[in-house]
């Protein structure tokens, strides 16, 4: 009695081409997928000191017990280690001390344009009282100019260095012309003053001003210029950005600065 043998696949003679003894595997269905990339965790601050000890000890517990890390290696890797972190504070100390000190430069900066603020305003306190105790007294300054008041007063001043004899001065008005010439008795050497009301000037002169030229026979025939100022009465006081202007004569203006004397 024949037995119907069961389909069996380990049995089955026949592939999917049709040729016995032969099996072929059925290809895989739909798209591979991609395996995920492993992310290794990161420290945003870079490796510290907790870092690398966990890493060394997980490196000793994880060495081969037949050729285990050589001693050196580690006190290399631990004296490398040891001076990156030195570098690394060195460099925060570094960079706190320059805010430190620049903070500091700046504080000084500020605290030096105060006081020359302050050293200007006073400054200017100072001058303008001082102008204002020289009003009606003569003010000396370097020029040539004459100012002759209403009752015929008026210094000329003069320089005559290291000559010393006769001398003379010619005066001209405000026009060029000439309107008196007198002689100077006994010049001395050095800074000295002449009174108009003392010199011998025929007509004499109006009240105004005038300009003046000096000269002296040092020892010989020959006059010799000499140098000149200019003299008056301080007649006003007013102000230029904030610096007093002397006014002499009623028409000269100086300021404060440029006063070589002041006689009362």
Known sequence: MLTAIRSNPL???????????TTTADPPVG???????RVL????????????????????????????MDGKDMAAQLAQFSSVEQLQELNTS??????????????????????????DTLQQMIEGQMAMSTVGKTGVTTGNSLFVDRDGSGSIV???????????VTITDTKG????????????????????????????LAAGAYTFKAEVAGGGALWNAVKTYSSGRITGLKYNQGNPILIIGGSLEIPMSQLTQIRG
């Open 177 to 204: 012309n000439v309107v008196g010439t007198a002689a100077l008795d006994n010049v001395a050497t050095g800074q000295q003053s002449f009174d108009v009301r003392d010199l011998h000037i025929d007509p004499p």
């Open 31 to 37: 798209t591979a997928t991609p395996s995920t990339p």
């Open 41 to 68: 965790p990161t420290n945003p601050t870079g490796m510290g000191k907790d870092e690398f000890l966990k890493m060394l000890v997980a490196q000793l517990r994880n060495q081969d017990p037949l050729n285990p």
């Open 94 to 119: 570094m960079t706190a001390a320059a805010k430190t000190q620049d903070g500091i430069a700046k504080a000084i900066e500020a605290l030096s344009t105060s006081q020359t603020q302050s050293s």
């Open 158 to 168: 003069i320089d005559a260095g290291t000559m010393h004899g006769p001398g003379r």
């Open 11 to 21: 049995f089955d003679t026949t592939g999917t081409s049709g040729t016995a003894g």
